[in-house]
């Protein structure tokens, strides 16, 4: 089993910054790639960005392209998301997700573990 634990959310106004944090524990060397999703209310749960445990491969959601930057220290096993540019359609729960497989990283059943969720908040 893989543990994931996110920090970071929060309430900015928009324009501002946040870099959200996922620490891995447990099982960590069946990962493959590590994700974050977004879900705000009434929504489904949305692809935001990926990032190969190996190599440097990542794939980002359209919306978020050019604003948010996915990146890990394979040391401490955790992943970071690092988001510029907030605006208030960011507003959501982020989770982090664990996958150990290699491919379809956009869709959420290709993720075998999921953390709690980290809100945030995005205030116009």
């Known amino acids: 089993q893989v543990q994931l634990v996110e920090s970071g959310g929060g309430l900015v106004q928009t324009g501002g910054s946040l870099r959200l944090s996922c620490a891995a524990s447990?099982?960590?060397?069946?990962?493959?790639?590590m994700g974050w999703f977004r879900q705000a209310p009434g929504k489904e749960r949305e692809f935001v960005a990926v990032i190969r445990w190996s190599g440097s491969s990542t794939d980002y959601a359209d919306s978020v392209k050019g604003r948010f930057t996915i990146s890990r220290d394979n040391t401490k096993n955790t992943v970071y998301l690092q988001m510029n540019r907030l605006k208030p359609e960011d507003t959501a729960v982020y989770y982090c997700?664990?996958?150990?497989?290699?491919?379809?990283?956009?869709?959420?059943?290709?993720?075998?573990?999921w953390g709690q969720g980290t809100q945030v908040t995005v205030s116009s």
């Open positions: 997700a664990a996958a150990r497989g290699d491919y379809g990283l956009r869709y959420r059943s290709r993720y075998d573990y």
């Open positions: 447990g099982r960590t060397f069946s990962i493959n790639a």
